[in-house]
C-alpha cells in the first residue's frame, strides 16, 4: 500500500476531541487520510465520497490516547520490589542494585511489557527516561520502534562510576539522541536525560545542555521530588535545585521537569519564565512518601502540565486513567475546594496539554490536521460507566484503563477489541515471569 493515500471514516461514535473548546460530537464523525486526522465533526455525506473504508464504532466513545509524560518502561520487570520505601533508601539500596543486573534482553522484554500496559490502558504517546547501564540501546529502541507506540526514550545521564564510565556515559547518550532523534517514520524521539541535580555533577549537567543546544532536543530531568533533596543541593551547592539548574543553563533548552512536588512560588515564577513543562506524578510521589505536587499553583502560574505514572517499581501501574483521577482529587482534598481540577482540565492535562508539554503537540486531540492517535471505549456494557448520559464526567471519574477496547496510532490499528496487534502478549508475559526469577 506505499505511496498510496488511505482514507477511513469513523462513524456512529461519541467523539471527545479534547480540543481547546472540549467540543463533543454525537453520533459525529472523523476522517482520517493516512497518519493524519483531516475532518472531525457533524456527519457529513458529502465527505463519505472517496472513502476507502467505513468503520462503525456502533455506539462507542472516541477520545485522543493518553499522553504519560514521565515513565521508565525499563523498570516495569521490577513491579513489586521495593515497595513502602522512601525515595533515597529506595533508589540507593533496591533499584540501582537490582538495574545493574539489567541485561539487554530484561530490558527490552521490560519495555515490550511496559508498552503492552500502556497501549492496552489507552496511552498512545509516552515520554521515558532509561538507565542504558549494562544494555544495548540499539536493540532497545528497535524493539519499541516495532510496537507502534509514540514517544520519546531518553538515554539517561548519572555521574557514577569512574571518570572513564561517566564520560562513555555522556558518550552513549549523545550517539543515541543523534541516532533516535528521528525514528520509526517519525514516532519516537530523544530527549536529553539528566537523572536529577543529586545524581549528575554540575559539569555532567552541562554537558546535557549542550548536546540538546547542538542538536536541538528537549531536556528531561528528575527535580524536586522531595525535601530531602532540596537541603541536599542547599548543602552541596548553596541553592535549591530550580536555582542550580537554571545557573547552569538547564532551563535555557525546552524542559520536562519530572515531580516538582516542592516549590516555591519564586520557583514557580522562574519556571514560567523558562517555559519549563512539570510532568506530575502522583501516585508515584505518593507511594514514596514525597508528597503532593501543588499542581492548581502551578496552572495559576501558567506552567505547562502533563500527567505521568513514573515506573511500576513506584506506581505500580501504568494506568493512566486512574493516574489522572488521582491528580484531580488530591487537589480537590489538598485545597479542600472540590471545584479545583475539573473534569476537562484534568483530562486535557492528561491528552493535549501533556502532549504539549513534551514537546509533540502534533497529537493528543482529535483536530483536523493532528495525528489520529485516539482510543475507543464501549461503555454499554460496563455498569461503572452507567448512566451513559455523563459520559464526560465517568472519563475522569469512573473509566478505567481496562475500558479501552482499541487503540489507534498514526491511523493504525495498535490494539482492536482489547488484542494488541504489534506485541505477542502470551510471550511477552511469559518470558517476563521467567527473566524475573533470574533478578531477585
Ligand atoms: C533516569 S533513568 C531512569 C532511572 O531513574 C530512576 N528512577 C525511577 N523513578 C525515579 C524517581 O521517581 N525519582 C528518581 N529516580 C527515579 C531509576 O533508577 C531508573 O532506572
Ligand atoms: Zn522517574
Redesign the pocket.
Known sequence: MEGIMMKTIYVNATFFTMDKENHIFENGMMVVEDQLISYIGERSDELMVGADQVVDLAGKWVMPGLVNT?S?ILMTLLRGIGDDMLLKPWLETKIWPIESQYTTEIASVSAQLGILEMVKSGTTTFSD?FNPNGIDSNVVMETIGETGIRGAFSYSIFSFGTEEQQKANIKGAEEFSKKYKMFADGRLTTMVAPHSPYACTPEALMECVRIAKENDLMMHI?VSETDYEIQDILTRYGNRPVEHLRKLGVFDQPTVM?HGVVLNDEERAILKQYDVRVAHNPISNLKLGSGVADVVSLLDAGIIVGIAT??TASNNNLDMFEEVRTAALLQKGMYKDATKLPAQTALALATRVGAEAIGMGHTGSLEANKKADFITIYPYDKEHLQPVSAAYSHLLYAARGSDVCDVFIDGKTIVKDRKCLTIDEEKVIAEVNRLQKSLV
Open positions: 514521565h521508565h527516561m528528575h519530572a513514573d515506573s
